[in-house]
């Protein structure tokens, strides 16, 4: 039997899945699309055949796929449900702390234990002391997947307690700072760009702010086509923080004003590039 089996070996999944495999942990793992399991098939990693197989092999399920409803649409069928009674399922996709009452709730009538994740950091981090990774929910999945979980990070994986919203709770407002730079950095760089400045004297101006600087940079750089999370991804995240808002009745009109930047750069194909993309919705329509 494996530790745990890894499900979704995206840009964040796969590091995820590296990282234990370094640690000595005995993974298997398993995506949608065959092709992301070849290289941890190079590295002798197990890869499963199937869903049904890579969930009965290990007592604790790690999945890092889009969201909670594409895990729910994954887990939720009669032949893989069946396997999930006594395991230990942690969830470290984006979303809203309901999603993850309402998981935990699915979990619990299954016979499994739950653990929301929320991941404050990008795919290169994971492993090192850079890479806050918060777990909220059952004490009794903490301690059984605890020697997994924390070769994800060094000494940096902190278990909130019992309250299973708290992890989403803080992920969504640690995003909430992000967006708050993405938008700065593009604004403040439009007006140096304006006015003939330099970006770079604008990272130079802020050394105590490491984010504008690191964004500013890919402007500056025009290294667009470089990211760890696309923008797409950045997008989607923005949404949980709209859903959480309306759930809890607080205004949404900060994320709602971003999300519509967002939503602009992918009407123009914009996804899969750097979140710093956003600058070029700002520039105004060129004449025909
Ligand atoms: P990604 O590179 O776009 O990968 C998405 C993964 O989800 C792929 O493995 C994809 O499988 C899988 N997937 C999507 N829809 C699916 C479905 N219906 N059924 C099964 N698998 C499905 O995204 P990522 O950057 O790894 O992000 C994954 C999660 O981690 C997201 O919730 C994201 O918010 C979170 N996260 C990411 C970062 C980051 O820096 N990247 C940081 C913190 C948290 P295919 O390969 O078959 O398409």
Redesign the pocket.
């Given at each position: 039997m494996a530790s745990i089996t890894v499900?979704?070996?995206?840009?964040?999944?796969?590091a995820l899945a590296r990282t234990l495999h370094k640690r000595g942990q005995q993974l298997i793992v398993w995506?949608?699309?065959k092709a992301?399991m070849q290289p941890f098939e190079k590295l002798g990693v197990s890869c499963a055949d199937d869903l049904r197989s890579a969930v009965s092999a290990s007592r604790v399920i790690l999945v890092?796929?889009?969201?909670y409803a594409?895990t729910r649409?994954?887990l939720d069928t009669p032949e893989v449900s069946a396997t999930l009674a006594g395991k230990t399922i942690v969830q470290?996709?984006?979303?809203t702390p309901k999603d993850a009452v309402v998981a935990a709730d699915w979990a619990h009538a299954l016979g499994a234990t739950y653990l929301d994740g929320?991941?404050?950091?990008?795919?290169k981090d994971i492993g090192t002391d850079e890479a806050t990774i918060l777990l909220s929910g059952d004490d009794a999945g903490f301690t059984l997947a605890r020697p997994m979980l924390d070769c994800l990070g060094d000494g940096t994986v902190r278990y909130l307690g019992a309250n299973v919203r708290a992890a989403s709770a803080l992920d969504l407002a640690w995003l909430m700072s992000r967006y708050g730079n993405f938008i700065a950095a593009i604004h403040a760089a439009k007006i140096c760009q304006s006015e003939d400045v330099g970006v770079d004297e604008l990272i130079r101006l802020v050394p105590d702010n490491v984010a504008i600087q690191r964004y500013a940079q890919v402007i500056h750089d025009q290294s667009f086509d470089k990211f760890?999370?696309?923008l797409?991804?950045w997008g989607?995240?923005l949404h949980h923080i709209q859903d959480q808002g309306r759930q809890a009745d607080i205004s949404t009109e900060i994320p709602d004003f971003i999300g519509g930047l967002f939503n602009r750069a992918m009407s123009a194909g914009m996804g899969e590039s750097n979140v710093m993309s956003l600058i070029k919705v700002l520039d105004p329509p060129k004449p025909e």
């Open positions: 499900l979704g070996l995206g840009l964040m999944g796969s995506n949608r699309s992301k890092c796929i889009d969201n594409s649409a994954l470290v996709s984006s979303g929320a991941i404050l950091a990008g795919p760890t999370a696309s797409r991804v989607e995240a």
